[in-house]
C-alpha cells in the first residue's frame, strides 16, 4: 500500500493508516520488557497532547503513516535471512577464519568487516549471527576473546549506521532531515573507511599484534575455501546492488527516501531468493522468516509507530515551533558552528537511557528548522548520525553492548567504556573535524 499510495494518495493513505493501526494495537498486549515502557509513554503523552490542544484525527493518521515506510523496510530485508541461511554463507566465513588468518590483528579486521557486511544486509540481526559463527573457534585461537569479540562486532556493526540500509538510526535520519541518500552515503563511507583504520591503528597498538593460537585446519579445506570465496564474493555483490539500485533511482528522482530504500531491498531480496527457489529447505526457511523473524522486529515496529504519533502530536501542537524559537534566540547554541555539538549531547543522551532513535527524531526536527547553512541537512544528518555511531558502541544502553555483554558475562557499563572508550574518544574527534571541514568546504 505504500508503494501504491501515488496512484491514489487519498484511498491507500487510509488503508495503510488502518493496516499500521491494527498492527500497533495487536503488537501492544505482547511487547517485550525493553521496548514496553518507551512505547507506551510515548502513547500517552501524544494522547494527552492530543486532548489538551484539542488535535484533529488527521494528527493520528499521519503520525501512524509518518513511520511506516521505515517499519516496511525493516520487514522486507529480513527476507536477506532466507538466502543467506539456505545458502550457508556463514559458514562460508567460518572457512575463512580457519584457513586464512594467522595474525590477531588481521583477523580483528576480517571479524570487524564480516560484521560490517552482514549489517548492511541483516542490520542488527547480524550481531547474534556473527556471534554464533565465531565465538566457539575464537575461544580456541585468542587468549583475551571476550574483548575480541567484543570490540569488533560492537565497532563493525556501529561504523554500519552510517548509511546502510538495514541501519533504522540511517533511514530515521534521512526521513527527518529529507537529506538525500547519495549525498549522505558518499561522506558516511569516508568516515567509515577512518573508522576501520582507527580501529586497525587502536588495536595493533593494544594487545592484537601476536599470532593466533594454533586451529586445526579442516581436511577439505582447500576446495572449501574456493566455494567459500564465492560466497562472500556474493555478499559484497548484493550489498552493491542494494547501494546501485537506491543511487540510480535518487538520480532519476524516483520515489522518496524510504521508499526508495524499500524497493531496491525488495528487488535484491526477491532476486537473491529465487536463485534458492529449487533448494531443499526453502519452505522451513519462509516458515522461520514468518514465525521468527517478523516477530523479533514487530517490537521495535511499535516503538517506531509510537514516535511517530508523539512526533506528530508534539509538532501539531506547536511545542517544537516554541523550542525553535528559544533555540533561534541563542546565538551561542545556533551559530554556524553549532552541529559540533550535536553527536557529544547524542553520546550524552545516550547514557541517560534515551535510545538515538528518539534523540535523532527530536533533534533532528529542532535543527532543521533553526540551521540555516548550505547543505544543512546532509551536514545535521551526517551529525546525528555520528553521534548514533560512537553511542551504539559505548553506551551500556545500547542494543549491541547489552546483547553481547549478556553473552560474554560482562558488565555493559564497565566493559564499553573500557574495552570501545579509545576508539569513540579518537573516532568522535576525527569526525568533527570532518564534519567542521565539510562545512568550510560547502559554505
Known amino acids: 500500500m505504500i508503494l501504491l ?164 538510526s540511517a533511514m530515521l535520519a534521512l526521513q527527518v532531515t529529507g537529506a538525500p541518500w547519495f549525498y549522505v552515503f558518499l561522506p558516511a563511507m569516508g568516515l567509515t573507511v577512518l573508522g576501520v583504520l582507527t580501529t586497525i591503528a587502536l588495536e595493533r597498538k593494544e594487545s592484537l599484534a601476536g599470532n593466533l593460537q594454533k586451529i586445526d ?10 566455494a567459500s570465496r564465492k560466497k562472500v564474493i556474493t555478499l559484497v555483490v548484493v550489498a552493491v546492488a542494494l547501494v ?41 526457511a519462509w516458515w522461520e522468516y514468518w514465525r521468527k523473524n517478523l516477530t523479533s522486529i514487530s517490537d521495535m515496529s511499535a516503538l517506531f509507530m509510537a514516535m511517530g504519533i508523539f512526533s506528530q502530536m508534539v509538532d501539531q501542537a506547536g511545542v517544537l515551533n516554541f523550542l525553535q524559537a528559544e533555540l533561534a534566540s541563542n546565538a551561542g547554541l545556533v551559530g554556524q558552528y553549532s552541529l559540533l555539538l550535536v553527536p557529544p549531547l547524542l553520546v550524552i543522551l545516550s547514557y541517560t537511557g534515551i535510545h538515538p532513535f528518539i534523540s535523532l527524531l527530536l533533534i533532528g526536527k529542532l535543527l532543521c528548522a533553526t540551521v540555516f547553512i548550505p547543505h544543512r541537512e546532509v551536514l545535521i544528518a551526517l551529525s546525528m548520525l555520528l553521534g548514533g555511531v560512537i553511542s551504539y558502541s559505548i553506551s551500556p544502553f545500547a542494543g549491541t553492548v547489552l546483547f553481547l555483554s549478556r553473552l560474554l558475562d560482562c558488565q555493559p557499563g564497565e566493559v564499553a567504556l573500557k574495552w570501545n572508550g579509545s576508539f569513540a574518544a579518537v573516532f568522535l574527534l576525527e569526525g568533527l573535524i570532518v564534519i567542521f571541514l565539510m562545512q568550510m568546504f560547502w559554505r
Open 217 to 226: 585446519t579442516p581436511s577439505d579445506a582447500s576446495g572449501n575455501f574456493a
Open 244 to 284: 546501485v539500485i537506491i543511487a540510480v533511482m535518487e538520480q532519476c528522482h524516483i520515489l522518496t527516501n524510504t521508499t526508495r530504500i524499500l524497493v531496491a531491498g525488495l528487488i535484491v531480496a526477491c532476486i537473491w531468493g529465487v536463485c534458492f527457489i529449487n533448494q531443499t529447505g526453502i519452505s522451513d
Open 5 to 168: 499510495s501515488p496512484l491514489s494518495p487519498t484511498l491507500f493513505t487510509k488503508l495503510t493508516f488502518v493496516a499500521g493501526l491494527v498492527a500497533l494495537v495487536s503488537v501492544l498486549p505482547n511487547l517485550g520488557g525493553y521496548y514496553k515502557k518507551p512505547v507506551y509513554i510515548f502513547l500517552v503523552l501524544a494522547v494527552v497532547i492530543a486532548y489538551l490542544y484539542k488535535l484533529p484525527f488527521d494528527a493520528l493518521v499521519v503520525g501512524v503513516n509518518s513511520m511506516l515506510p521505515i517499519v516496511a523496510i525493516m520487514t522486507v530485508l529480513q527476507i536477506f535471512t532466507i538466502p543467506v541461511k539456505i545458502g550457508q554463507y556463514d559458514q562460508a566465513l567460518k572457512y575463512y577464519l580457519q584457513v586464512k588468518f594467522k595474525q590477531q590483528s588481521s583477523l580483528h579486521l576480517f571479524l570487524l568487516l564480516a560484521t560490517y557486511l552482514f549489517s548492511i544486509i541483516l542490520g542488527f540481526g547480524s550481531v547474534p549471527t556473527i556471534y554464533a559463527i565465531f565465538h566457539e573457534s575464537l575461544i580456541s585461537i585468542v587468549s583475551d576473546y571476550k574483548r575480541f569479540i567484543f570490540t569488533a562486532v560492537s565497532r563493525g556493526f556501529a561504523l554500519s549506521t552510517f548509511w546502510a540500509p538495514a541501519a533504522m
